[in-house]
């Protein structure tokens, strides 16, 4: 079995930079779109949109303060 430790360092940096690449190609890809928008109006001045955004936000730090205190606390050990 292998893991992605046993890749030879060089397979691992090409695909860093494939991935790179990649997200190079699809910001390419977005950007006249995003450009194109209006944001303030669409999200900053809407209240339904900005209420949502929060609570995204939110639910997002919360989820990420439980993995940390749970990896912290309670950390995965192997089993082997």
């Given at each position: 079995?292998?893991?992605?430790?046993?890749?030879?360092?060089?397979?691992?940096?090409?695909?860093?930079?494939?991935?790179?690449?990649?997200?190079?190609?699809?910001?390419?890809?977005?950007?006249?779109?995003?450009?194109?928008?209006?944001?303030?109006?669409?999200?900053?001045?809407?209240?339904?949109?900005?209420?949502i955004?929060?609570?995204?936000?939110?639910?997002?730090?919360?989820?990420?303060?439980?993995?940390?205190?749970?990896?912290?606390?309670?950390?995965?050990?192997?089993?082997?």
């Amino acid at each position: 079995m292998m893991i992605e430790t046993d890749l030879p360092p060089y397979i691992q940096y090409l695909l860093i930079a494939i991935q790179l690449a990649a997200v190079g190609v699809f910001i390419m890809l977005i950007w006249p779109h995003l450009k194109q928008e209006k944001w303030r109006e669409k999200f900053i001045e809407n209240r339904t949109a900005r209420s949502i955004i929060i609570v995204f936000v939110l639910i997002f730090l919360f989820l990420y303060g439980m993995s940390a205190f749970f990896d912290a606390f309670f950390p995965v050990e192997r089993l082997d």
